[in-house]
Nanobody, 119 residues
Framework: QVQLVESGGGLVQPGGSLRLSCAAS????????MGWYRQAPGKQRELVAA?????NTIYTDSVKGRFTISRDKNTVYLQMSSLKPEDTAVYSC???????????????WGQGTQVTVSS
């Protein structure tokens, strides 16, 4: 079993920055990567970014150049800059597998943290 606990969401103005954190505990042998997903009201959940290590990361196109994912052992961070209203969503972290440029989520999810970008 893996437990994931997120923190760092909140309200920010357009153009602002936020950093999300997600700490994993439990069995670390069952995953090699961690990812951030988001779900906006009325939309499907989408993968934002995932990381296995510094040299192995992926991003969805809409956040490239604005978001940076990093990892320190079993804690994953999402540094979000130049935030836009369309980034508003509940962000959740996941532990899974990153292989050949694709992320495969396992059934380990955090509780989610709300990010609201609004003036």
């Amino acid at each position: 079993q893996v437990q994931l606990v997120e923190s760092g969401g909140g309200l920010v103005q357009p153009g602002g920055s936020l950093r999300l954190s997600c700490a994993a505990s439990g069995s670390s042998f069952s995953f090699n990567a961690m990812g951030w997903y988001r779900q906006a009201p009325g939309k499907q959940r989408e993968l934002v970014a995932a990381i296995a290590n510094r040299a192995n990361t992926i991003y969805t196109d809409s956040v490239k150049g604005r978001f940076t994912i990093s990892r320190d052992k079993n804690t994953v961070y999402l540094q979000m800059s130049s935030l836009k209203p369309e980034d508003t969503a509940v962000y959740s972290c996941n532990a899974g597998l990153l292989q050949r440029g694709s992320y495969y989520p396992h059934a380990y999810w955090g509780q989610g943290t709300q990010v609201t970008v609004s003036s």
